[in-house]
């Protein structure tokens, strides 16, 4: 019987921004009962439309995430026989469509195929925060590698604490490489040539390389970190969620599509945006502003530095939605 480090999220509710304090035990490790209490906790902010941002945050001073519980990675491994390429490509296919049936799970747990169901539900979690109207941000309390790094890439904004503190893949001193989405979302956050040299040396970045090279979007100290994490979360997820959606889903897959299918996506999310309720009342508020005023209100730089702090052009309108 495969046993997984204790883990869990303590949520703190404040109001339209969630606070996940991540504990995953004296190590600070990320294991399955995170896992599950993550994908629980994309859910609940997705479905509720008051929810509009969470900040995640490791629970232990100096840690974010250490990085993946080893014995769950290396047990889960060791109940599947040594396989080719071609035999992975199967197995994670395989995985893929029983996760979708969830009713089979207590079926499944039970196989070897549980482990690569359990990763296919993990990068599942991280896809749909990628799709979500939710901002997602990375308050980085300290170091973060493997899973940990991982989980970082996968929120839309990270802050992370100046000091002592590291943040990078190291898998390939254990023999392995990322299996949580490393490669890609590393790759195209710092591009390709730099992903590929940390990657393969497994040495992490500093806070202050981190930021230099585009992987964590602020560094500041570390009594500050869940502060600014709130405050960049209160300022993304003041605009309207179903756009903060549409512009994810355009921006994190449309944008590694070629140019042509990279511009179907974004004409699909902008017509969804322009054609709705809200984007046609924003929008016919705008033409009001201009014909009482005599002036587009985007260059009145009153009313851009306004907008750019309610989320949302002022005028005549109904919030509802947002």
């Known amino acids: 019987m495969r046993q997984h480090t204790k883990g869990h999220l303590d949520i703190e509710d404040r109001g339209s921004v969630l606070i996940a304090r991540v504990d995953g035990g004296p190590h600070s490790l990320f294991g399955l009962e995170i896992s599950n209490q993550l994908e629980a906790l994309v859910d609940r902010a997705d479905r509720d439309p008051n929810v509009h941002a969470v900040v995640f945050t490791g629970a232990r001073p100096g840690r974010f995430v250490s990085h993946a519980d080893v014995r769950w990675l290396q ?22 469509n029983v996760d979708r049936a969830r009713v089979l799970e207590p079926l499944v747990n039970r196989t070897p195929l549980g482990p690569a169901v359990e990763l296919e539900r993990l990068h599942s979690t991280f896809v749909r925060m990628n799709r979500s109207g939710v901002v997602f941000v990375a308050a980085l309390n300290g ?19 100046d000091g002592d503190y590291f943040i990078g893949q190291p898998e390939v001193l254990l023999g392995i490489m990322p299996g949580g989405g ?28 981190a930021l230099a090279n585009g992987a964590v979007d602020d560094v500041v100290p570390q009594d500050q970190v869940i502060e600014r994490a709130v405050e960049l979360a209160a300022h993304f997820g003041s605009r309207t969620k179903r756009s903060v959606e549409a512009i994810k889903r355009a921006v994190y897959f449309g944008g590694s599509m070629s140019l042509t299918e990279g511009l179907h996506v974004e004409r699909t999310e902008f017509l969804g945006t322009a054609l709705s309720r809200e984007g046609q009342q924003l929008m016919l508020d705008y033409l009001a502003s201009t014909e009482a005023d005599g002036e587009l209100p985007l260059y009145n730089p009153d009313i ?3 907008a750019l ?8 309108r109904s919030t509802s939605g947002r």
């Open 75 to 96: 047990e889960g491994g060791a109940a599947v026989p040594p396989v080719n390429r071609f035999g992975a490509a199967v197995v994670a296919r395989t995985a893929k």
């Open 182 to 209: 490393g490669t890609q979302r590393l790759t195209r956050l710092i591009g390709t040539h730099r992903s590929l040299v940390a990657i393969l040396e497994g040495k992490p970045f500093t806070p202050a390389q």
């Open 143 to 161: 170091s973060a590698l493997g899973l940990g790094a991982e989980f970082a890439w996968a929120n839309d904004i990270r802050v992370m604490a």
């Open 304 to 306: 851009y530095k306004q």
């Open 309 to 316: 702090e309610d989320g949302i052009v002022p005028g005549r």
